[in-house]
């Protein structure tokens, strides 16, 4: 079991470029997450899913967009990056909606310069 | 607001040297209180789940306690390979599959 797979693990963008953090679970879990950390500010929950064809907003879902076509994977887009968004992601995700036990990719550090 | 604290913001230890990190919550209903550990450059991994006050659990040199208004994670006798920056998050109550996490403590053991 691979676990958790984020890629990739950094990237650099220029103001208002679009790109895609990828995510995929290999354990068959129904729900999956999508985190941003910044110094002082710990974890902040973006966007989270429930199900294949089931996503809902976080805390600070502006910004992103998500999708969730397969139980496997729930990519993070950014349409427009802003330097606001420089932050580490993760990916995290449960056997259940219950949330009892996250299992945290190992990240993707995004500067937008 | 739902809201967790987490203090102090560092702490520093020397090896052998028990401690408590502190975990406050204000929240509308708590579902369940976790604890994880993350390692620079790492995601967080999963430590302990505590449902209700009065529920405690334990794991090599870390025990975790839960009432009302805060949990614990108390540190015996630490070890320099317990070193990491410890998180709380809390559910809540009718708030789907959102977790609310503290900022975490940043523990360093000396030896």
């Known amino acids: 079991n691979a676990g958790v797979t984020q890629t990739p693990k950094f990237q650099v963008l220029k103001t208002g470029q679009s790109m895609t953090l990828q995510c995929a679970q290999d354990m068959n879990h129904e729900y999956m997450s999508w985190y941003r950390q910044d110094p002082g500010m710990g974890l902040r929950l973006i966007h989270y899913?429930?199900?294949?064809?089931?996503?809902d907003q976080g805390e600070v879902p502006n910004g992103y967009n998500v999708s969730r076509s397969t139980t496997e994977d729930f990519p993070l887009r950014l349409l427009s990056a802003a330097p606001s968004q420089t932050s580490v992601y993760f990916c995290?995700?449960?056997?259940?909606?219950?949330?009892?036990?996250?299992?945290f990719g190992s990240g993707t550090q995004l500067s937008v310069l | 607001e739902d809201q967790v604290t987490q203090s102090p913001e560092a702490l520093r230890l020397q090896e052998g040297e028990s401690s408590s990190l502190n975990c406050s919550y204000t929240v509308s209903g708590l579902r369940g209180l976790f604890w994880y550990r993350q390692d620079p450059g790492k995601g967080p991994e999963f430590l302990f789940t505590?449902?209700?006050a009065g529920e405690e659990k334990e794991k090599e040199r870390l025990k975790a306690t839960l009432t009302k208004k805060e949990s614990f994670l108390h540190i015996t006798a630490p070890k320099p390979e317990d070193s990491a920056t410890y998180l709380c998050a809390v559910q809540v109550y009718n708030q789907g599959g959102k977790l609310i996490f503290g900022q975490g403590t940043e523990l360093s053991v000396k030896p």
């Open positions: 505590l449902y209700s």
């Open positions: 995290a995700s449960s056997y259940t909606t219950n949330v009892e036990k996250l299992f």
């Open positions: 899913s429930v199900g294949a064809g089931i996503t």
